[in-house]
């Protein structure tokens, strides 16, 4: 419990900026707050971009831009590069990571909420996520003190916000979107419909009429 009242400042500040409310906003030192933060954060990130198979480039430079989200200097930069790395490894502590977490920054907290849609956010770069990815992500939002509706609320539904949703669409992504005609955020249904309209529009038959 008392874990859970150190930092206050560096708290305040990282919740603002994943945000987005937070734009141009120092980061004041977390101490050992920033550090269990990061570790948890990172490791994370490292185990679900390991579960794609390779780790790709759309998930290191989404690390990275997180990094100088997070305010990091050049030796804490090369802790969280450390903290992936390990986080790729099937043995890496990713639960007791996220339990020690909670203990500094308390479950169910708006903080707690924004780490959770972070991963989910990094899950869902390559445009969806895996049973593996979820299963971990769903692990995880049980430490974190919330139910499955929640869990589905704040990590499957794909609702981009604030200055770190702007970092996490990639070029491919984006892309995608424009291609079905689309925003950021659109629901499944939405989604289903604007590609069956794009598979009816380019479809052969009508392209390439029959002679009869």
């Not at 990282?14 to 948890?40: E, K």
């Not at 185990?47 to 480039?57: C, E, H, Y």
């Not at 609320?153 to 200055?163: K, T």
């Not at 892309?175 to 249904?189: H, I, R």
């Amino acid at each position: 419990m008392l874990y859970s009242l150190l930092h206050p400042a560096y708290k305040k500040a990282i919740t603002a900026r994943l945000s987005g409310a937070g734009q141009g906003l120092v980061v004041p030192d977390g101490g050992r707050t920033a550090r269990v933060f990061n570790q948890a954060l990172f490791m994370a990130f490292g185990r679900l971009a390991r579960m794609d198979g390779q780790v790709t480039t759309d998930a290191i430079e989404n690390s990275t831009r997180l990094m100088g989200l997070l305010g990091l200097d050049p030796a804490a930069r090369q802790q969280a590069v450390e903290y992936f790395s390990h986080g790729k490894e099937p043995t890496a502590p990713i639960s007791d990571a996220t339990e020690t977490l909670m203990r500094f920054i308390g479950r169910r907290s708006d903080l707690t909420r924004l780490y959770l849609k972070t991963l989910g956010d990094a899950a869902s770069l390559d445009g969806g996520i895996g049973l593996q990815q979820r299963i971990l992500l769903r692990n995880v939002a049980e430490i974190c003190g919330f139910n499955k509706p929640e869990f589905e609320e704040i990590c499957l539904r794909r609702m981009p916000y604030g200055e770190y949703a702007g970092t996490v669409l990639t070029p491919r992504i984006s892309k995608a979107y424009n291609v079905l005609q689309l925003s950021p955020g659109a629901g499944q249904k939405e989604i289903k419909r604007a590609d069956l309209r794009l598979v009816s529009r380019h479809h052969p038959d009508k392209l390439n009429p029959r002679v009869t």
